[in-house]
T-cell receptor, first 111, second 113 residues
Framework: AQTVTQSQPEMSVQEAETVTLSCTYD???????LFWYKQPPSRQMILVIR??????QNATENRFSVNFQKAAKSFSLKISDSQLGDAAMYFC????????FGKGTSLLVTP | DTGVSQNPRHKITKRGQNVTFRCDPI?????LYWYRQTLGQGPEFLTY????????KSRLLSDRFSAERPKGSFSTLEIQRTEQGDSAMYLC???????????FGPGTRLTVL
């Protein structure tokens, strides 16, 4: 069974600052993908970034980057230069035959 | 635009009624997934299709739930004899391929009174 733990129910960041969202996971697979999805209020789930577990290099996507520590089974998301539009629920997920999601972190961005 | 539409977007029904939701991928995707999301939680897997074949079903999918993907394109999810505990957002996602990335539709919010 796969499990995903997001230990921060809520986080707050000021505009233009940097914030890191934590995620740990457990899987018995040797090769897998990890994802961060963003879900704005009353809007659909959007892919933020994807990491392939066999790649040591951390994925980056514009202002979003991950810190992937395979041995520690840790997959944190860093958001740089935070913008008001980044406010949303952020879900970490690991794939099996389907995605297993954490409970999410609610990110508040203050002016 | 992720290329997945879901209808209806909202459904209010009385306990005991049957409801059906539809998921329409705009382009072809081998895999189609259904998830359920309750307030304050992450999505939970219900079932998935590889083309028209239903390959996995979660234990969450009781015998009141049935899903189909008759031609390997759109899919329907039916809930019979709805219960208040069925109130949730029902999400459809499509994906597959080498990266296993899934793209989600906007969801159908079900409220059972």
């Amino acid at each position: 069974a796969q499990t995903v733990t997001q230990s921060q129910p809520e986080m707050s960041v000021q505009e233009a600052e940097t914030v890191t969202l934590s995620c740990t996971y457990d899987t018995s697979e040797s090769d897998y993908y990890l994802f961060w999805y963003k879900q704005p209020p009353s809007r659909q789930m959007i892919l933020v970034i994807r990491q392939e577990a066999y790649k040591q290099q951390n994925a980056t996507e514009n202002r979003f980057s991950v810190n992937f520590q395979k041995a520690a089974k840790s997959f944190s998301l860093k958001i740089s230069d935070s913008q008001l539009g980044d406010a949303a629920m952020y879900f970490c997920a690991v794939d099996g035959y389907a995605l297993n999601f954490g409970k999410g972190t609610s990110l508040l961005v203050t002016p | 635009d992720t290329g997945v539409s879901q209808n209806p977007r909202h459904k209010i029904t009385k306990r005991g009624q049957n409801v059906t939701f539809r998921c329409d991928p705009i382009s072809e995707h081998n895999r189609l997934y259904w998830y359920r999301q309750t307030l304050g939680q992450g999505p939970e897997f219900l079932t998935y299709f590889q083309n028209e074949a239903q390959l996995e079903k979660s234990r969450l999918l009781s015998d009141r739930f049935s899903a189909e993907r008759p031609k390997g394109s759109f899919s329907t999810l039916e809930i019979q004899r709805t219960e208040q505990g069925d109130s949730a957002m029902y999400l459809c996602a499509v994906g597959g391929g080498s990266t296993d990335t899934q793209y989600f539709g906007p969801g159908t919010r079900l409220t059972v009174l």
